[in-house]
């Protein structure tokens, strides 16, 4: 396959997309007052198991910037397609301007382990997480975070297992919102043996034999 070299740049793909909770004290029209602020996010990620740690990158202008800097805590909720329009407008308005948390009818959830800091409720997933390490990049801050605690909504599970297939969790690509559709593979599963594909996935999706040269 040809293939266009495209110098340097940030085309990662798929990316997950999350809203960042964080809470402090802001102005809106000439009123002080403490808010719990949403922050779209699209550069996060995992960065180490043990401790469980994720990283999240951040403009300093942002509001989201001072308040996780003031506070040492935040939220990494993870929403649906249900709430797309919601996540995207958290990502085109600046807490500065905009109660955020009102406006899109989000529900505070108490995190255990953050000490003012909430989770937003209509999202089935939550990471507290308490910033461990901040880098200064260029463009933007690296927070490195230690995750504390994890929330799953209870219909995440089937029984006492967690199954997060087909819960239209959101991702996104090059400027564009996707829920999550159909399970394609699982973690090994490229290396996994015939008994095991045969009964976690669909043949159809059985990796072809000359597909890897292992
Ligand atoms: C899909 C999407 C992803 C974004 N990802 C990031 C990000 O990873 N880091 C960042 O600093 N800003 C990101 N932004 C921009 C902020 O969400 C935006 O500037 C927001 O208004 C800041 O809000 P705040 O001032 O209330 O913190 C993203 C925006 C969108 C729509």
């Known amino acids: ?5 495209m110098g340097p740049g940030t ?13 402090g004290e802001t102005e809106h029209d000439g009123v ?12 996060t990620g995992i960065v180490n198991s043990e401790p469980a740690m ?8 942002r509001l989201t910037h001072r308040f996780v800097m003031e506070t040492g805590e935040f939220s990494i909720n993870v929403p649906t397609g249900k709430i797309a329009p919601q996540v995207d ?3 085109v308005r600046s807490g500065r301007d905009l109660d955020k948390t009102a406006a899109c009818h989000f529900t505070p959830v108490r995190l255990e382990g953050l000490s003012v800091t909430a989770g937003i409720a209509e999202c089935p997933l939550i990471l507290a997480c308490r910033v461990h ?9 690296l927070f490195i975070a230690k995750i504390v605690n994890v929330l799953a909504d209870d219909d995440l599970f089937d029984g006492d297992t967690l199954n997060l297939e087909n819960r239209d ?3 996104y690509m090059h400027g564009n919102y996707y829920s999550q559709g159909e399970r394609i593979g699982f973690f090994g599963y490229s290396v996994a043996k015939q008994n095991v594909l045969k009964r976690r996935l669909p043949k159809a999706h059985w990796p072809k034999n000359q597909t890897l040269a292992l």
């Open 11 to 23: 085309l990662l793909a798929p990316l997950p997309v999350v809203l960042v909770g964080t809470t």
């Open 133 to 141: 390490e901040v880098r200064r990049l260029g463009s933007h801050d």
């Open 89 to 91: 407008l958290c990502g």
């Open 169 to 171: 969790l959101l991702s």
């Open 54 to 61: 994720l990283s999240v990158s951040i403009q300093p202008p």
């Open 32 to 43: 002080s007052k403490v808010i719990q602020n949403a922050m779209t996010a699209a550069w």
């Open 1 to 5: 396959m040809n293939k266009r070299s």
